[in-house]
């Protein structure tokens, strides 16, 4: 079973400038999650989806950061313009569903992540 | 808001020692994670653990769970080399996103 694809692997880019990572799922995961990583912290969700629809986007810094998830496959997010701050590893996951009724196949299985600097 | 703190957040041990780690979180949750991370590395899932007192081992690596204490531990016996990473415990908080802890850097040395 193939397993969450990312791309690019990494990205360098200057403050105020924009930047997409793309996320494929394991196939037929519902849901899809979006987290970032900091060095030397533990990863922070930042958008959770199912299907095409977004479930918490609560911690998403909405004014530089969008996703999506057309179509309730792929997934890309963007950041425009970046911050040096915004220098981390964005991991994408996907589960097979999730949900109280479905608490059994909640198993989050992650990429090998996107690392981005902002210098 | 779900806190997740781990302790201790670095570790050098030597080979052949037994020792914990400790995850403790702040509200109620029955459902607990532990992954590790390789330097460079994506996370890779080790653990899931689902009620009270639910105990699982894999190797030299034992988790475990205590709901009502809102603890979880995990327990490496007699360490190897091979064991060195950075571990994680998680656990699910609002609408099922995950909540990690700062991370255990785990050394162990020769």
């Known amino acids: 079973e193939a397993g969450v694809a990312q791309s690019p692997r990494y990205k360098i880019i200057e403050k105020r400038q924009s930047v997409a990572f793309w996320c494929n799922p394991i196939?037929?995961?519902?849901?899809l999650y979006w987290y970032q990583q900091i060095l030397g912290q533990g990863p922070k969700l930042l958008i959770q989806?199912?299907?095409?629809?977004?479930?918490?986007d609560s911690q998403l810094p909405k004014d530089r950061f969008s996703a999506e998830r057309l179509k309730g496959v792929d997934s890309t997010l963007k950041i425009q313009p970046a911050k040096l701050e915004d220098s981390a590893v964005y991991l994408c996951?996907?589960?097979?569903?999730?949900?109280?009724?479905?608490?059994?196949?909640?198993?989050?299985?992650f990429g090998p992540g996107t690392r981005l600097t902002v210098t | 808001e779900l806190k997740v703190e781990q302790n201790p957040l670095f570790l050098s041990m030597q080979e052949g020692k037994n020792y914990t780690i400790y995850c403790n979180y702040s509200?109620?949750?029955?459902?607990l994670y532990w992954y590790r991370q390789d330097p460079g590395k994506s996370l890779e899932s080790l653990f899931v653990?689902?009620?009270?007192?639910a105990v699982k081992q894999e190797g030299r690596l034992m988790a475990s769970l205590d709901t009502k204490a809102r603890l979880s531990t995990l327990h490496i016996t007699a360490a190897v080399h091979d064991l060195s990473a950075t571990y994680f415990c998680?656990?699910?908080?609002?609408?099922?996103?995950?909540?990690f802890g700062k991370g255990t850097h785990l050394i162990i040395q020769p």
């Open positions: 509200t109620t949750s029955d459902r």
């Open positions: 653990l689902l009620s009270n007192g």
């Open positions: 996951a996907s589960s097979l569903i999730a949900g109280v009724l479905f608490r059994a196949n909640y198993e989050q299985y």
């Open positions: 998680a656990v699910e908080g609002g609408a099922d996103g995950l909540t």
């Open positions: 989806f199912q299907n095409n629809g977004v479930v918490d």
């Open positions: 196939s037929g995961h519902a849901t």
